[in-house]
């Protein structure tokens, strides 16, 4: 055991951290977890627990007890404790759990205790990147498990455990290898060409095409991957009492906007988390966009047309019942241009059927609906994550976040001009000065070639204690 003086000096193989890594808040979570890694991390933990009777202290095992203040002798909570000893932790190296009661201050004072004892405050996400230096995960898996936590939908939560489980790491591992098996073919004819048998440089020019195909299809992907991961803003506007509030309480399950017949009831944003197919979006239901004099529902009004700019796609509702007016066509004329736009002609309840089966008051309605009903809901889901491009197929197992994305493109590029000087019949080591830029660019997706500056920039993006 090391003495109490190596557990506080810190630095290098002896720095032991320590962060509470459940989320803490009153009257919240019955259980809390104060995460301890490092080499001080089980002297750390047999100076503050009082385990009673003769319970063994031994990795993977369960211990109860008390956690007490050592300088009082004060009991501070009835807990237990989970010895994990190197290697076999999330980090690799001695790790220790105290499983106390949730709230704020019993989970507050023993951390206090464990950083008084030597261990010093974690950084966002330094259990992780711990994890990453000591070879427990690559890259892709630590981002994967950053993903998991922050998922907002089932689907995200099925692409980051593919993550997690290694198929993205797979994948680009795989395509790195087929690379790095064409860069020694060639720097081998480089140095000894006269010694080695003709290299067939169309099979060469048809491996590198194929790799670059496989980068273009995940680069697509990303986009998927994105929109499930980060989900859709999307703003419905409409004249004043088209149903703008009905239309997200029906969707969102719930009463979050006041629905009256009074023209102008909303007026401020109103915003509604929601999953539709998969996808997570927010809802913002807007105040109706008129002229008025009251100030409050101006101040609404502008915000709407801030919201306007900020959406990734605009959902504009109209009221089949009174059909599509100049005011309707004013405020299309209002969406950016680029910005996905829905027509939805809303009330079919109060039309006759053939009006609003096309023309005549449906006006240019994408599709007619009635919030208040129900009606036609589940088409507008579908027809609006098509308009944004967000349609997605079952077929989508793993997909690259965004530096991820940059780093495959940069490779695919590297490969076209890798291509354009066998397209040109220059010698193999013009081959080989971009082949070893997709080659390292491929690394730096999984980790093995990456700095330490890039680390600290990923790992700061996760919950503390994790």
């Not at 491996?207 to 670059?212: D, W």
């Not at 009256?260 to 915003?271: I, M, S």
């Not at 009251?294 to 959406?311: F, K, N, Q, Y």
């Given at each position: 055991?090391?003495?109490e003086?190596?557990?506080?000096?810190?630095g290098?193989?002896?720095?032991?951290?320590?962060?509470?890594?459940?989320a803490?808040?009153?009257g919240?979570?019955?259980?809390a977890?104060v995460?301890?890694?490092?080499?001080?991390?089980?002297p750390?933990a047999?100076?503050?627990?009082?385990?009673?009777?003769?319970?063994?202290?031994?990795?993977?095992?369960?211990l109860?007890?008390?956690?007490?203040?050592?300088?009082s002798?004060?009991?501070?909570?009835?807990?237990?404790l989970?010895?994990?000893?190197a290697?076999?932790?999330?980090?690799?190296?001695?790790?220790?759990?105290f499983?106390?009661?949730?709230?704020?201050?019993?989970v507050?004072?023993?951390?206090?205790q464990?950083?008084?004892?030597?261990?010093?405050?974690?950084?966002?996400?330094e259990?992780s990147?711990?994890?990453?230096?000591?070879?427990?995960?690559?890259?892709?898996?630590?981002?994967?498990?950053?993903?998991?936590?922050?998922?907002r939908?089932?689907?995200?939560?099925?692409l980051?455990?593919?993550?997690?489980?290694?198929?993205?790491?797979?994948?680009?591992?795989?395509?790195?290898?087929?690379?790095l098996?064409?860069?020694?073919?060639?720097?081998?004819?480089?140095?000894f060409?006269?010694?080695?048998?003709?290299?067939?440089?169309?099979a060469?020019v048809?491996?590198?095409?194929?790799?670059?195909?496989?980068?273009?299809?995940?680069?697509a992907?990303a986009?998927?991957?994105?929109?499930?991961?980060e989900?859709?803003?999307?703003?419905?506007?409409?004249?004043?009492?088209?149903g703008?509030?009905?239309?997200?309480?029906?969707?969102?399950?719930?009463?979050?906007?006041?629905?009256t017949?009074?023209?102008?009831?909303t007026?401020d944003?109103?915003?509604?988390?929601?999953?539709?197919?998969g996808?997570p979006?927010?809802?913002?239901?807007?105040?109706?966009?008129?002229?008025?004099d009251?100030?409050?529902e101006r101040?609404?009004?502008?915000?709407?047309r801030?919201?306007?700019?900020?959406?990734?796609?605009?959902?504009?509702?109209?009221?089949?019942?009174?059909g599509w007016?100049?005011?309707d066509?004013?405020?299309?004329?209002?969406?950016?241009?680029?910005?996905?736009?829905?027509?939805?002609?809303?009330?079919?309840?109060?039309v006759?059927?053939?009006?609003?089966?096309?023309?005549?008051?449906?006006?240019?309605a994408?599709?007619?609906?009635?919030?208040?009903?129900?009606?036609?809901?589940?088409?507008?889901a579908?027809?609006?994550?098509?308009?944004?491009?967000?349609?997605?197929?079952?077929?989508?197992?793993v997909?690259?976040n965004?530096?991820q994305?940059?780093?495959?493109?940069?490779?695919?590029?590297?490969?076209?001009?890798?291509?354009?000087?066998?397209?040109?019949?220059l010698?193999?080591d013009?081959?080989?000065?971009?082949?070893?830029?997709?080659?390292?660019?491929?690394?730096?997706?999984?980790?093995?070639?990456v700095?330490?500056?890039v680390?600290?920039?990923?790992?700061?993006?996760?919950c503390?204690?994790?």
């Amino acid at each position: 055991m090391k003495s109490e003086d190596t557990i506080a000096s810190g630095g290098g193989a002896t720095d032991t951290i320590a962060a509470v890594a459940t989320a803490v808040a009153p009257g919240v979570g019955s259980v809390a977890i104060v995460r301890v890694s490092g080499a001080g991390a089980e002297p750390i933990a047999r100076r503050l627990f009082l385990a009673p009777g003769d319970q063994a202290w031994e990795s993977h095992r369960v211990l109860y007890g008390h956690v007490i203040d050592p300088g009082s002798g004060e009991r501070l909570d009835e807990a237990l404790l989970l010895l994990m000893r190197a290697p076999r932790s999330f980090t690799r190296e001695d790790v220790v759990e105290f499983h106390c009661h949730g709230g704020v201050v019993a989970v507050g004072r023993v951390l206090e205790q464990v950083l008084a004892a030597g261990a010093r405050r974690a950084l966002p996400g330094e259990f992780s990147q711990r994890a990453f230096l000591n070879g427990r995960l690559d890259l892709t898996r630590a981002e994967a498990l950053s993903e998991l936590i922050t998922a907002r939908s089932r689907r995200a939560a099925q692409l980051a455990m593919a993550g997690l489980d290694g198929g993205l790491e797979r994948r680009i591992g795989a395509l790195r290898f087929r690379l790095l098996d064409q860069l020694a073919e060639l720097e081998a004819r480089v140095d000894f060409e006269e010694d080695l048998p003709p290299l067939e440089g169309g099979a060469v020019v048809a491996e590198l095409e194929s790799v670059r195909g496989e980068l273009a299809a995940l680069v697509a992907e990303a986009a998927q991957g994105r929109v499930l991961r980060e989900g859709l803003k999307v703003a419905i506007i409409g004249r004043p009492n088209v149903g703008k509030s009905s239309l997200l309480n029906a969707l969102s399950g719930s009463e979050r906007a006041i629905v009256t017949e009074l023209p102008g009831t909303t007026r401020d944003l109103v915003e509604s988390e929601l999953v539709l197919q998969g996808v997570p979006i927010t809802l913002l239901d807007t105040a109706g966009i008129r002229p008025t004099d009251d100030p409050v529902e101006r101040r609404g009004i502008e915000r709407s047309r801030s919201a306007l700019a900020s959406a990734d796609a605009v959902l504009l509702l109209f009221d089949l019942s009174a059909g599509w007016g100049e005011a309707d066509g004013a405020l299309r004329a209002l969406v950016p241009e680029g910005v996905p736009l829905l027509v939805v002609g809303n009330k079919l309840d109060a039309v006759q059927p053939d009006a609003a089966a096309g023309g005549g008051v449906a006006g240019p309605a994408d599709l007619a609906i009635s919030a208040l009903a129900g009606e036609g809901l589940g088409a507008l889901a579908t027809a609006l994550l098509a308009r944004c491009g967000a349609t997605l197929g079952s077929g989508l197992e793993v997909a690259l976040n965004q530096r991820q994305r940059d780093l495959a493109a940069e490779a695919s590029i590297a490969l076209g001009r890798s291509l354009e000087a066998a397209d040109q019949d220059l010698p193999w080591d013009f081959w080989t000065i971009d082949l070893r830029q997709a080659v390292r660019s491929l690394g730096a997706i999984t980790g093995e070639e990456v700095n330490e500056a890039v680390l600290d920039r990923i790992f700061s993006r996760f919950c503390i204690g994790k």
